[in-house]
């Protein structure tokens, strides 16, 4: 069964606002990863976050974790029409992935 | 990070038949996996491949239906049996680095999937 749960399912924003995606799992993780998947394609990672940090960043992405409750967000900033795509968290919870279901955002120039 | 390619990028196949997909990694890996996305579903694991010894199947998949060949530590083969419709999905084989240095931690890289229609 799937462990994550990604809300919201769809996501429609403008060029240049923020998108801000959310994830939560049910049991201990060792990490959580981010990946983005255009149209269809492979998948891309995009940030990896281990269980005992709390925020990382890595160019227009923010992920924070807070383990206590069970979730993560994943956030891109100043959002270009090249953004839309599906974005899935997975976690790590012994060297397999479990990936939830998604978010597919649109970016509109 | 690892360079992954897969063969057939995509295929139409008729039911009853069987496929096999190629997954080729640019270096030695001790794991590789394979997932199926089901049309504009999740991904969700089909098995563990380690070289050496049998895949190792999740639940709900069975070695009969997708037979694994893990014959070196760069390449794998998955084969979807007696297909389908309800088989057609994307492929797709990734393998994880080990990274991090000190603290160490596994990241997963992905190929670039096999698209299968099954009519």
């Known amino acids: 069964s799937q462990q994550g749960e990604e809300d919201p399912q769809a996501l429609s924003i403008q060029e240049g606002e923020n998108a801000t995606m959310n994830c939560s799992y049910k049991?201990?993780?060792?990490?959580l990863q981010w990946y983005r998947q255009n149209s269809g394609r492979g998948l891309v990672h995009l940030i990896l976050?281990?269980?005992?940090?709390r925020e990382k960043h890595s160019g227009r992405l923010r992920v924070t974790l807070d383990t206590s409750k069970k979730s993560s967000s994943l956030l891109i900033t100043a959002s270009r029409a090249a953004d839309t795509a599906s974005y899935f968290c997975?976690?790590?919870?012994?060297?397999?992935?479990?990936f939830g279901q998604g978010t597919e955002l649109s970016v509109k120039p | 990070s690892a360079v992954i390619s897969q063969k057939p990028s995509r295929d139409i196949c008729q039911r009853g038949t069987s496929l096999t997909i190629q997954c080729q990694v640019d270096?030695?890996?001790?794991?590789m996996f394979w997932y199926r996305q089901q049309p504009g579903q999740s991904l969700t694991l089909i098995a563990t491949?380690?070289?050496?010894?049998?895949?190792?199947?999740e639940s709900g998949f069975v070695i009969d239906k997708f037979p694994i060949s893990r014959p070196n530590l760069t390449f794998s083969t998955l084969t979807v049996s007696n297909m389908s419709p309800e088989d057609s999905s994307i492929y797709l084989c990734?393998?994880?680095?080990?990274?991090?240095?000190?603290?160490?931690?596994?990241?997963?890289?992905f190929g670039p999937g096999t698209r299968l229609t099954v009519l």
């Open positions: 049991t201990s993780i060792n990490n």
């Open positions: 491949a380690n070289q050496g010894s049998e895949a190792t199947y």
């Open positions: 270096s030695q890996v001790t794991m």
């Open positions: 990734s393998v994880d680095r080990t990274s991090g240095g000190f603290n160490r931690y596994n990241e997963q890289f």
């Open positions: 997975a976690t790590d919870a012994g060297g397999k992935l479990i």
């Open positions: 976050i281990r269980s005992n940090e």
